[in-house]
Structures are given as C-alpha cells and as structure tokens.
C-alpha cells in the first residue's frame, strides 16, 4: 500500500512532556499538510511544506508546535511541554502539485494525542 | 475566510433508503472533496469535484461552483455508509472542512 502513513497511531503522555509524530506522505507527492481534528469538529489547518520549505503555518500552530520535512520527503511534527488542551487527532494529509490550481489530497490515518 | 456549511447535521436513515448531503461555501473555490471519516478516524476520498458531476457506485456529487454549493447523493444506503461526512474547499493549498454530518443508517 503506498497511502500516506502516520506514527504512532496513538499516544498517551503526561502533561508537560514532548512528542513528536512521523507522517510519510505517498512517495512522489510534493506537497504535505498537517491539519489537527477535535471532537467533533473539522480537521483545522496547521501547516503545509512544499519539498523542504514550509511555506504556510496557522495561527493554531503555537510557539510550542514545530515541524520540518528536512529532504522533502516524511514529516515530524513536536509538540513541546504539552498541556490538555493539545489532546486531539493529528492528520496528515499530502498531494502532488500539478498545474495551477489542483490540489487533491490524500489523509493518512492520524495520531490520536490523549494528554493526561 | 471562506466559510463551509455542511446540512443535515445529523442523519438517521432506515438502510435502502437515499439521501442528499449539502455543502455550501461562502467564496469562489479551486478544490472542493468530499470525504467519509470512518469509525476509527481515516478520512476517505470519496469524490474530487471543484464543478460538475461525478458517480461512483452509489455515490455521486453535484458542484455548481457559480452558485457555491455541493450534493452529495447516497442511494441505497447501507450500515456501512455510517460514519461523518466532510466537505473541504480550498482556494489554493489548504482546506477548510465543513463541521460534517453524522449519518447513522439502521439495519
């Protein structure tokens, strides 16, 4: 299967701790997303790299949130000293830029993020 | 920013029967998906439709990107249909979800 993959799937830490989560987007996509979904809501937009550059980040994305996509390939996302309100899904998603506008994307699994 | 409405928010439906899903969007769009987010939280495409119509199965989509709104059609519904579905537009790059309907199909 070449689908986006996420790791862990699932993740339980105490509040103040690190994490970070590992997308692998599908292989000759160039652009990858990560987005963050709540109980229900919609995923919200956090950050987007085209290769290595990371052209985009929200607002949601504190000062505690960093990612990279160091060879334009997979991603991490780190979130440092967590607290409860961190706790959600986090999804990747990635496509492949062709032409002007089109940009379908395809979502991987997500990691589910409970902080205690 | 451009704003996604997504109708019903919720659907209780009795299997075989059929149902419309809205999606209405308050800007001119590139990109519009509709996805299928399953029990354990996997978004599914189910159809890439910035304008016209499409039909997978029995599934099919309607965009009228001038009127700025999207259908989603389900026929002959089935218990494994349940689950949420997402409308997501995007002027360029990044999506914005609709908040979703919840659609519950009984044996």
Partial sequence: DTGVSQNPRHKITKRGQNVTFRCDPISEHNRLYWYRQTLGQGPEFLTYFQNEAQLEKSRLLSDRFSAERPKGSFSTLEIQRTEQGDSAMYLCASSLKEGASYNEQFFGPGTRLTVL | ?107
């Fill in chain 2, 1 to 107: 920013g451009i704003q996604v409405e997504q109708s019903p928010p919720d659907l209780i439906l009795q299997e075989g029967a059929n149902s419309t899903l809205r999606c209405n969007f308050s800007d001119s769009v590139n990109n519009l998906q509709w996805f299928h987010q399953n029990p354990w939280g996997q978004l599914i495409n189910l159809f890439y439709i910035p304008s016209g119509t499409k039909q997978n199965g029995r599934l099919s989509a309607t965009t009228v990107a001038t009127e700025r709104y999207s259908l989603l059609y389900i026929s002959s519904s089935q218990t494994t249909d349940s689950g949420v579905y997402f409308c997501a537009v995007s002027g360029t790059y990044k999506y914005i979800f609709g908040t979703g309907t919840r659609l519950k199909v009984l044996a």
